[in-house]
């Protein structure tokens, strides 16, 4: 109060905070007294209030004192959601003749399913970064990303699945891959899955072109002998 400097921190106060949005008031706690001129609450969030910007409220009371203003704090704070990632997989198709056998020359498809709940809150400008990463033999290894929205993903707010496609491996890759998909929000949020992907020899064709029928021993040394190896995947 004005007396604070002789009086000390005046203490037995009914101070009230609230959680607004708008006009709407939608939790008020009577704050905790610590006995040192400090007040405070807690309070948590329930289903119901939507994500975006909130404004607290606050105003004392006292016996034989004046009521204090209401004072507001514009805005105080921010709802939003920590985004989630899961179902990761992978799948691979083979740009030859050859049969789709993940094999490390084959194209590659790395999927997951995507959801950011709180960017159905337009005041947000909620932005979601995805990135995919592999543990190749080199170690790990950043291969792709994108935003959502961005130019594969127009809007994370319900469940999306977001997919990366690119050769990727070489053959000193083939064996266990672990790969892993991260989203991070625009306040730091973050969250990860991982799954492994078995990396196999690439499908190989061999065709016999010509061989000489006989080698004469008693004459020539040499025989000509043609194979054709092709890489189908």
């Known amino acids: 109060d004005d007396c ?26 009577a704050a905790t007294d610590q006995q040192n001129g400090t007040y405070n609450c807690s309070t948590t969030s329930q289903g119901t209030w939507n994500f975006g910007r909130y404004n607290t409220t606050m105003n004392a009371t006292k016996n034989y004192y004046n009521a204090s203003l209401t004072v507001t704090q514009t805005p105080s704070f921010l709802l939003v959601s920590n985004p989630q990632i899961s179902n990761p997989g992978s799948s691979s198709s083979s740009l030859g003749g050859g049969a789709s056998n993940n094999g490390w020359g ?36 950043l291969v792709n990303q994108t935003l959502c929205p961005g130019p594969l993903l127009s809007d994370c707010s319900s469940s999306v699945q977001a997919s990366f496609t690119q050769q ?35 499908s190989v064709f061999i065709q016999y072109i010509y061989g000489d029928s006989n080698v ?11 194979i054709r190896v092709q890489d189908t995947d």
């Open 168 to 202: 990727v491996f070489a053959c000193e890759d083939i064996g266990s891959r672990t790969f892993r998909f991260n989203v991070t929000d625009a306040y730091q949020y973050e969250n990860q899955t991982s799954a492994t992907a078995a990396i196999a020899k690439d």
């Open 4 to 29: 604070a400097v002789e009086n000390g921190p005046l203490q037995g106060v009914a101070v009230t905070f609230a959680a607004r949005r708008g006009t709407t008031l939608h939790q008020a706690c």
């Open 106 to 141: 084959e194209r590659w498809t790395f999927t997951a399913d995507v959801l950011d709940s709180d960017q159905s809150a337009a005041e947000l400008n909620e932005v979601l970064n995805i990135t995919l990463w592999i543990n190749r033999s080199t170690g790990w290894q």
């Open 216 to 226: 004469d021993r008693e004459g020539s040394t040499a025989a000509r002998l043609v």
